[in-house]
C-alpha cells in the first residue's frame, strides 16, 4: 500500500487532492480537488468526451438535473431495489459490505486474532467478549490484540474452546458443543478491520439520498405527525407510514447515476435532433451521489463522485454487436492513455451478478495497490430502461425507422396489399435496446495517476516503493508520466537565472503565445531554485515538457526543451517551440522532424 500513500502525500503536497473542510476537522469521504487536480480531472474529462462525442456523428451530449423526482427513481427500480447489504462490527461498531469484506484470517496455531486500533481498545473489547459474545471462552490478549482459541471450524459457525477457569465450566468439563455462547455463526466473512466475527445479521440498506423541496423544515412535519400518530396510539410502523406519506409531496433524490437522466430524455432528443438514426448515443458528464456503507482508498469509494456515462440507443437485432464493439472501443481508449497495460483487464459478469433484464456486462478494472477494482462498466441492457418509462408514463419510447416505412408503403402501394407481417413492422417501429458505458471519473483520475507515477533514484533507474520509509525515500524522486493530453501543466517556461529580467521578459512572451495559440495551461517557473530542482518539480506534476531561457537566447534566439520521460534536451529557435508541444499535444503526435538533442 505504500505507493498509495507515497500518491496521496504527493497529491496533498503539490495542490492535487485536499481533504475538504480540513480546517473544521473534515468530512469524511469528501474531498476537494486543487488547482493541479481540477486541471487533471478536467482533461480526463475532456479527452472522455472528446472520444465519445466530438469524434463521432453518432453521439450527442446532455446534462440533466441532480435533483430527481420520485417516479423517475420509482420505475427504473432504484427505490425499490438499490440497496446493498450491510452488516455491523459489534465490536468496533464500524459498517460494511459483507460481499467485499474478507475471509477469516487464524494464527499459525489456529487462533482468530482480532486487531484492536490500541492496547486501551482492545482491553474494552476483551471485555465485551467476556461478558456479552462469548461468555466462558478462552481468551488471551497481547498489546492490542486479542486471540480466540478455536475448537474447530464448521461450514456455518466457529466453535470456541471454553475457559477452564471460567464460572460455566467451574466443576465440569468444557462443553464448547453444548454452550450456545461459545459458538458464533460464520457466514464467509469478518470486520474487514480487525477480522472480528462478533458481527450483526445482514440487512439490506439503500444507497440514495433524500432531499427536500419545502420551505418548511421537514423535521417539523415529521414531529406534528408523529405527535397526532401518538394521540390515536398507533405503533411504530403505522406512524412511519404517516410520516412517510406527510413527506412524500416535497421528496426527491440526489441522482444515484446520470442514465436515467438519458433515459426519460430520450424522446426530446430524438425529436429536437431528427438527423440521428439508429444506432446513436447520448452522452453526459455529472455528479450522481451515493450513501456508501464503507468509504474507501480516498477518491476510489466517496459519496459524491462524478460518471461519465454513455447509452447507445441499438436496434434489438444490433445488441449483442454493439455491445462488443464498444466493450473493444472502450479498452483501446484505456490502453492509450494508461502505460502498463498488464494493469488494465476485462473481467466478465458470471450470470448471478447480471440484473435479471442484463444480457451481458463486463467491468474494466485495474490493478490498484489493493487488488483489482472496477473503474467502468459496460453493459448490454436490453429494453429494461424505456420500457419501464413507457409503462409508467404512458408514453411511447420507440423508434420508427423512415426508411423501413417508406419502403413498406412503397410496397402496399405496389401490390395494393397491406402488409400485417409481425417481422416486418417490428423492424419499423421497435423500442431500442441500451448499450451502456459508465465510467468514473475520479476513480479514473486515481487509476490514471497511480499507473503514470515512477520513482526513480539519483541515477533515474525506477525503484520499488514496497516497505518504503523516511530513510529510503532519501536520493529518490517521482516522476508523474501522464500522456501529455492528461498533464495539468503542458509546458513550464522558466528563465536560468529567476531575477533577470530580460531573461523572465523572454519567458513570458512564450508562456502568453503558447497560452493564446493552444489554449492550455502554462506554468511560469520563476522560482529561486537551481534549473535541476525546478525540473524535477515539474517531473512530479506530469509536465511532459520544461523550456529554459539562457543569457545564450539574448544572443541567438534559441532556448533549450525539456522531454520529461527521457530527460532528453535539445536547443531549438522560440518560434519551434510552439511547433514541437503542438505535435506533442496531438493524439498521434507526427514527430517527423528528428532534432539534435544536447546533454542534459
Known sequence: MSAMRHLLDLCKRRGFLFQSAEIHGG????????????????????????????????????????????????????????????????????????????????????????????????????????????????????????????????????????????????????????????????????????????????????????????????????????????????????????????????????????????????????????????????????????????????????????????????????????????????????????????????RAHSQDELAHYSSGCVDVEYLFPWGWGEVEGIANRGDFDLSKHSEATGIKLQYTDAVVMQERQAREKATGEKETSAEVLEKERFTPHVVESSCGLNRTMLALMLDAMEVVDEQGRATSMEGENENSSKGVRTIMKLHPRLAPVKVAVMPLISNNKDLVDICTGISNSLRQELLVNVALETQSTTIGRRYYRMDEIGTPWCVTVDFDTLKDQTVTIRDRDTGAQRRVSKEEVLDIVQDGLRLYPRRSRPQPTVAA
Open 27 to 346: 468530512l469524511r469521504g469528501a474531498y476537494d480537488y486543487g488547482p493541479l487536480g481540477v486541471e487533471l480531472k478536467r482533461n480526463v474529462s475532456q479527452e472522455w468526451w472528446n472520444s465519445m462525442v466530438y469524434q463521432r456523428s453518432d453521439v450527442v451530449g446532455i446534462d440533466t438535473a441532480i435533483i430527481t423526482p420520485p417516479a423517475v427513481l420509482k420505475t427504473s427500480g432504484h427505490v425499490d431495489q438499490f440497496t446493498d447489504e450491510m452488516v455491523d462490527s459489534r465490536l468496533s461498531k464500524d459498517r460494511f459490505r459483507p460481499d467485499k469484506a474478507p475471509e477469516l484470517i487464524l494464527d499459525d496455531r489456529g487462533r482468530i486474532p482480532i486487531t484492536a486500533p490500541d492496547k486501551p481498545t482492545a482491553k474494552l473489547w476483551e471485555n465485551d467478549i467476556r461478558t456479552q459474545f462469548a461468555k466462558g471462552a478462552m481468551i488471551t490478549r497481547n498489546g492490542k490484540e486479542i486471540l480466540l482459541h478455536v475448537e474447530r471450524m464448521e461450514k456455518d459457525r466457529i466453535v470456541l474452546k471454553q475457559d477452564p477457569g471460567s464460572t460455566a465450566a467451574a466443576g465440569s468439563a468444557p462443553t464448547s458443543d453444548h454452550d450456545p455462547s461459545l459458538q458464533i455463526p460464520y457466514h464467509g466473512y469478518v470486520d474487514p478491520t480487525s477480522n472480528s466475527p462478533f458481527l450483526t445479521e445482514s440487512r439490506p440498506f439503500n444507497l440514495m439520498f433524500k432531499t427536500y423541496l419545502d420551505p418548511i423544515d421537514p423535521i417539523d412535519k415529521v414531529i406534528a405527525t408523529t405527535l397526532e400518530a401518538q394521540k390515536s396510539s398507533a405503533d411504530l410502523p403505522t406512524t412511519r407510514q404517516l410520516v412517510d406519506k406527510t413527506l412524500y409531496p416535497s421528496l426527491t433524490y440526489l441522482r444515484p447515476e446520470t442514465a436515467q437522466g438519458v433515459f426519460i430524455n430520450y424522446m426530446t432528443v430524438q425529436r429536437s435532433h431528427p438527423h440521428l438514426k439508429i444506432p446513436f448515443g447520448i452522452a453526459q458528464i455529472g455528479k450522481s451521489f451515493r450513501n456508501e456503507i464503507r468509504l474507501e482508498h480516498a477518491i476510489f469509494r466517496t459519496p459524491e463522485f462524478e460518471q461519465m456515462e454513455l447509452e447507445y440507443f441499438v436496434a434489438p437485432w444490433q445488441a449483442q454487436e454493439q455491445f462488443s464493439a464498444w466493450r473493444k472501443f472502450r479498452m483501446d481508449w484505456w490502453r492509450t492513455y494508461a502505460r502498463n497495460h498488464e494493469r488494465i483487464r476485462e
